[in-house]
């Protein structure tokens, strides 16, 4: 195998200024820096892949506190998951030129960074861009905080996002009996439905939400994966059964609005109804789950080689499309699927 050579300089994005509402095209910048040799323990990494996600928004705005990534102000690099080769390795260092790794410098072409902030692609996939997939969230949702029961009825709210749409097929796996999924797009809706199983797809819009819930789940809803917060989550403990679980695992509705600095998202709940139902309502943090990505990985690449799930994603070619990408991730214009 050859590997590419290693060049003096390498292509990033960074963030000119920090965005008054959501980050546009301008706000963002690709610039060709210098590309210094790996110092002991170091290594240099070429970056094939990078995650555009939406807490990047997060971490552009002004309400981070507490989030668990460092925040972006100008000037700063764009970071995230990055699938990518070692390309040169500094002193005492195990990994090899040729290896692949997983990291969080992504957004930049090369990444110099400690060896020991990289993890070996195990190669248990198919795909090695499944390295990069949110699923752990999704799969530690759906087995520790609100765990699926053969039979149930599980609401999936942004089901066509990258977290989304593996939690309605994972619900599936782990035996729920009626998967709802919801999306803005009446194009996606039809997919999820077609192409991922999705019993019935809701997209907000014609009446009250909680009314097409209720036409989707007319006997409620058992576990709930909400990815949207606002008001798909004030209609979903409304529908919710007796005894129903509730994972927050994201809140794009406060999170990608341009009202909002992205680090908050008012919802109403009725409180009443989770006492009288005894409904349980709590929020996924990783941190609190540190056995869950490697059982979600081993259970994802079985999963993917027996094809009982499937791994939907956009790709945008080249560092240029970047900042782009981003925007179109805001605008809903991609879909995973
Ligand atoms: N807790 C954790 O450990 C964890 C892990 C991963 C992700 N997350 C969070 O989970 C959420 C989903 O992440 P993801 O990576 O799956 O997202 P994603 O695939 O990037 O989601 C993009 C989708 O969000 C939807 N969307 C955008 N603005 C929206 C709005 N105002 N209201 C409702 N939907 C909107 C759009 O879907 P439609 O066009 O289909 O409506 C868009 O295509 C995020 O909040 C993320 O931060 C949390």
Known sequence: MSL??????SREVQLVAQPRGLPADSDLLVAEMPLRAPGPG??????????VFPGLRTLMGDETDGVPLPPLRSGDTLFGPALGEVVAVGEGVGLRP????????GWR???VLAADHCSTASGAFPDPVAHLSTGSA???ALTRLAPVRTGDTVFVSGAAGATGVLAGQIA????AGRVIGSTRSAAKAARLRDEFAFDAVVVPGSAPF??????AAPDGLDVVVDTVGGDQLTAAVTVARSNARIALIGALSGQLSGDRAGGSSPASVDSYRLIVQGIALRGYRGADHPDVPAEWDEQFARWLHTEQIRFPYATVQGIDHAPA?????????????
């Open 4 to 9: 590419p050579a290693v060049p003096r300089t």
């Open 42 to 51: 170091e290594v240099v990494v070429r970056n094939r892949y990078f995650l």
């Open 98 to 105: 040729g290896d692949e790794v997983v990291h969080l410098d």
């Open 109 to 111: 072409e090369f990444a």
């Open 138 to 140: 999704a799969y530690g």
């Open 172 to 175: 599936r796996l782990l035996g």
């Open 210 to 215: 909680a009314d097409l819930l209720v036409g």
């Open 325 to 337: 990408a981003l925007q179109e991730l805001i605008e809903g214009r991609h879909l995973v699927l």
